[in-house]
T-cell receptor
Framework: AQSVTQLGSHVSVSEGALVLLRCNYS??????LFWYVQYPNQGLQLLLK??????LVKGINGFEAEFKKSETSFHLTKPSAHMSDAAEYFC???????????FGSGTKLNVKP | EAGVAQSPRYKIIEKRQSVAFWCNPI?????LYWYQQILGQGPKLLIQ????????DSQLPKDRFSAERLKGVDSTLKIQPAKLEDSAVYLC?????????????FGEGSWLTVV
């Protein structure tokens, strides 16, 4: 089975600073990778996904992620944090013929004014 | 296009009582998932349906949890009897089909507190 590791359960940045949220996965085959965001008291919303078309994936709200096979990583970045980015972010991998999803434990992003 | 609908949004029950959650997936989505999300953790798959058949229920505590999707559309997740450790958000999600790489879309979740 797949596993997804998100380093850092809490990340704090200043408004306008770079956001970097880390995700590593284990897989022996090219995976499908996703980032979801969860705002308080809401469900998960898709930010972006990697499906092997391009290694740099652009998502909503100015986020992007780069797939690095050699590092088995799919880190999420945003050049300039905004207060509205404060939320919890989950990395996920999909595998298998039945589209099973495995989620990381999440990283809570705090944005300081 | 309507999203994944879930109800109720919030429920407080005493331990040993029962509770049921309902989910209506996005129209046309054949695959339906129920996840349990405990505070501070990522979602954990409880059960996955493909139409009205079960694809994976390996992590469903079958002594107390049950789920059905009788007509291959909406689904119900039941807990009976509830335990304190069942306090969590129950997320329903759906995807168009089970091919790997298909986006899964989540509902807003049903918050359960067991006291």
């Amino acid at each position: 089975a797949q596993s997804v590791t998100q380093l850092g359960s809490h990340v704090s940045v200043s408004e306008g600073a770079l956001v970097l949220l880390r995700c590593n996965y284990s897989s022996s085959v090219p995976p499908y990778l996703f980032w979801y965001v969860q705002y308080p008291n809401q469900g998960l919303q898709l930010l972006l996904k990697y499906t092997s078309a391009a290694t740099l994936v652009k998502g909503i709200n100015g986020f992007e992620a780069e797939f690095k096979k050699s590092e088995t990583s799919f880190h999420l970045t945003k050049p300039s944090a905004h207060m509205s980015d404060a939320a919890e972010y989950f990395c996920a991998v999909s595998e298998g013929s039945f589209n099973k999803f495995y989620f990381g434990s999440g990283t809570k992003l705090n944005v300081k004014p | 296009e309507a999203g994944v609908a879930q109800s109720p949004r919030y429920k407080i029950i005493e331990k040993r009582q029962s509770v049921a959650f309902w989910c209506n997936p996005i129209s046309g989505h054949a695959t339906l998932y129920w996840y349990q999300q405990i505070l501070g953790q990522g979602p954990k798959l409880l059960i996955q349906f493909q139409n009205n058949g079960v694809v994976d229920d390996s992590q469903l505590p079958k002594d107390r949890f049950s789920a059905e999707r009788l007509k291959g559309v909406d689904s119900t997740l039941k807990i009976q009897p509830a335990k304190l450790e069942d306090s969590a958000v129950y997320l329903c999600a759906s995807s168009l089909d089970p091919l790997s790489g298909n986006t899964i879309y989540f509902g807003e979740g049903s918050w359960l507190t067991v006291v």
